[in-house]
Every structure is written in C-alpha cells, then in structure tokens.
C-alpha cells in the first residue's frame, strides 16, 4: 500500500513567525527540522498501520526544506519545483490516500501563518464558488485521482476548516490560534506522538474515506491584494476580470486551475 504524504511547515509545533518559515536564518533551520522530525513521525505511524511505501513530498515555499539526511529511510522524497501538480506531486503515482502534514488555515482567517498559495499576491481563492486554503485545492485535485486525503495535522483553525471536506479523515490539533502569529502549542515531542498515533489510526480508515471531488467545469475567481496584482495577472489570456482586485477563469479540471494559480504566484515576483 503507497501512502503520499505533503508536508508544508506553518501548522509544525513551535512554528508560529514568518521568520522560521523562510530561508537564511536560524530560526528557519531550526525550523525545517522540526518539519522533518513530524514527516518522519508521520511515516513510522503510517509503516505502523500497514503502508509499504511511502512518498514524501516537501510542500513549502520552494520545496527544499525537508533535510534529505534525517528523513526516515523507508521514505522517496519528492523536492524541488517547478511540478506541475506542486504540493500534491506524487498523487498520480498510485498511492492509495493523502496525508497533509504541518499544513495551516486559508487567506484571511484567524490562523496561524494562514495563507493560500501565496501570502503576497493572493487574499481569497474560491473553486466552483466554494472558499477554499491550500489543503481543500489540492485535496480536491487528489480527488480527481480518486485518491481520498485520510490525515491532516495543523491549528485548529485547519481542523475547523477542513473537517467538511474531508469528514472520514483523521485530523489532529497541534497548536491552538490565538492570532496570526500566537498561539499555545504541544511540545514537539508531544506533538510526534500524537502525529504517530494518528497516522497509524488513518491507515486503517482508508476504505472508508471517500475523494473529495468537485464537479467540472472548474470555475476559480481569485481575489488578488492589490490591483497592480489584478494587472499583472490580466495579461494571461484566460482571466477575466471582475473589479479592481477579483478576477476570474475557467478550467476543464482542478489540475488546470492548479497550475494557473501557481503560474500566476510566480508572475507576482515580478511585484515584490
């Protein structure tokens, strides 16, 4: 049985400032380890509830944080971008569920580091007129490879958030959101235990979770932060705009909608 599981690093214990989510300073480093100290739980749960294969897919930021060295050998990790199915690579690979680890609530909610896709250029992203944060996108193109996401592990906001989407799943509290920024965290030992024990419990789940698809066609309005952004991205053909800052795009499947939100994330350097 192949198990994917997606790592991001803001819903890790302890994490909770900008600063350990970006590369060139100790508090990052400190932090991409802990990230792979809660993969590695997460993998040993999973071995434990049965997996014979496991794929590790870094989904931060550039996808180079996980420390290669420390991963746990059982694991084939998947780093680097560009890739066309970014966060979810690995899905189309015949793996039987997902599991999301360290992920975070979306865009303007109260959670910690909460974010969809790209904190600078994007407020709000909705498919098929339903809000959704990075863990309910790339669910649902997992979902279009019948591939059911069967664990998750964040704030409470993140649980709050996606239990609608993926009610089968074993979703685990790791930190509780006082603020963007605060919070009350377990212990990262504390927090490997409890990812270890949920993990293993997911395994067990699988037949009773089900995909969450969304029908097409895709309809994706983004609501951009400014309107230079919104001006920016009209120049791909396919987006419509709507007012200063919303715009709008068709898409024949969640795949394409991904990669033209991830096309338009990269454009907005040209902003920063």
């Known amino acids: 049985m192949k198990i994917l599981i997606s790592v991001d690093i803001e819903g890790v214990a302890g994490v909770f400032h900008p600063e350990q989510t970006r ?13 792979t100290a809660e993969a590695n739980a997460v993998i040993e749960g999973a071995l434990a509830g049965g997996a014979t294969e496991i794929l590790v897919n870094d989904s931060h930021g550039g996808f180079r944080n996980l420390l290669p060295d420390l991963l746990h050998p059982a694991a084939n990790a998947i780093l680097g971008k560009p890739r ?45 007129d339903q809000e959704l944060g990075e863990a309910g996108i790339y669910g649902a193109l997992a979902g ?5 996401v069967i664990f998750g592990s964040g704030d409470d906001v993140f649980v709050e958030e996606n239990q609608p989407l993926f009610p089968q799943a074993t979703l685990v509290t790791i930190k509780t959101a006082d603020g963007a920024n605060s919070g009350t965290s377990l212990s990262p030992q504390s927090a490997l235990a409890v990812l270890g024990d949920g993990a293993k419990a997911a395994i067990g789940k699988i037949p009773t979770c089900s995909p969450f698809v969304l029908p097409p066609t895709i309809t994706c309005k983004l609501q951009t932060t400014s309107p230079a952004l919104a001006d920016l ?17 068709s898409a024949p499947s969640v795949q394409y909608a991904v990669r033209v939100l991830n096309s338009l994330s990269a454009m907005s350097f040209m902003l920063r």
């Open 144 to 148: 279009e490879f019948g591939v059911p």
């Open 233 to 249: 991205f009209c120049q791909l053909p396919i987006i419509e705009r709507i007012d200063g800052v919303n715009l709008t795009f």
């Open 23 to 35: 590369a060139g300073n100790p508090e990052y480093e400190r932090a991409r380890r802990l990230m």
């Open 84 to 128: 066309l199915l970014g966060m979810m690579s690995g899905v189309d690979h015949g793996v039987a569920g997902v599991m999301l680890v360290g992920y975070h609530g979306r865009s303007q909610s109260r959670g910690i580091l909460a974010h969809t896709i790209n904190s600078f250029a994007f407020a709000r992203v909705w498919l098929n």
